[in-house]
């Protein structure tokens, strides 16, 4: 029987209009906090926000032509405006400048579009069984075979055959998808690329290959951080059974696109292209830091629940983000990355071997 691609399926009907939000989401019934503090801002924090897009604009220059030479000449200036957030009109451009997608598009003309329209991938059925459930809230993603989800599906097949030993793996449809939110296909392609081949930064390529090896060194790493930083907490968790793998993988998988306040995850992706993984454990640290009295009260159970279910009020960028960037980690990673692949040793040189 011959196998079915997303071009041979025609979209299904466009979804009945529904209030959404300012990214693109169905809002929920109960009120967002975020979408009130929306409405009720005053006309001053509008030209705040004006003059920051100035500020960005003059210093990545048109296109991105000024970027490298401000970031080379003043960049504790890049790193400070970063932590508090890029303008979200200019997202898109400055995430493909920041993890040198840019460059690799430009070095590679032709190349995705080869991957997709000439290319079979052994993952195509896999890709459109999961499509559907890449947030299927946003606007966007909603219409069965719509414009979001064909887009969706070229850029993971395109991986899916640019990277075969990597394949596809179910993560990788919210880095994906959230890429498409604010950049072209071709765009969200090679940034996908940036980050799992390490452009700038490790690769990520480790979380999605067979057995997870890097989603298991991450794991242990944190475990540890958190018997540092928060001891009451770490020896909470180890009466009640709880590791990092009963609540973080997702976290470290999908860089937090999963299931936290899309607001949130964009502050996070902001800082997370620019400085690499490690905030991704700042803000887990930051977040049980946050939640530390309530949590070490709780039995397995409700712990569980907790550590899947945080308040509203922790998710807040401009209170967890602060005490993410005062917690200092990256020594630490390092000497327990080291740790771990002592520990792991064959299993590290064995993966290595494979990969080659």
Known sequence: MEKKRIDDYEPGPVPSPRPLDRFGFVKQEVNNSSDALTKSRSANEYERDE???????????????????YVRRKPHVVKRRIKKGIPDCLRGLVWQLISGSRDLL???????????????????????????RTFPSHVFFQQRHGPGQ????????????????????????????????????????WLLVALLKGAVHAPMEGLYLVGLPLVQQYLFQFDLLVKEYLPKLGEHFTQEMINPSMYASQWFITVFSYSFPFHLALRIWDVFLYEGVKIVFKVGLALLKYCHDDLVKLPFEKLIHALRNFP?????????????????????????????????GKLVQSSETSRK
């Open 150 to 189: 064909r887009s969706l599906y070229n850029v993971l097949k395109a991986y899916s055959v640019y990277d075969r030993d990597v394949g596809y793996v179910q993560g990788m449809g919210f880095l994906a998808g959230l890429l498409l939110l604010y950049m072209s296909e071709e765009d969200a392609f």
């Open 106 to 132: 430009l070095m590679n003309p032709g190349v995705y579009e080869q991957l997709v329209i000439y290319e079979t991938s052994a993952s195509e059925l896999d890709i459109i069984r999961d499509i559907s």
């Open 51 to 69: 003059r920051r897009v100035r500020k960005w604009r003059k210093m990545i220059g048109v296109g991105g032509s000024d970027w490298k030479h």
């Open 312 to 344: 509203e009020d922790a998710m807040d960028p401009d209170t967890l983000l602060p005490m993410a960037y005062s917690i200092k980690v990256t020594k630490r990673l390092e000497e327990l990355k080291l740790e771990y692949e002592k520990k792991n």
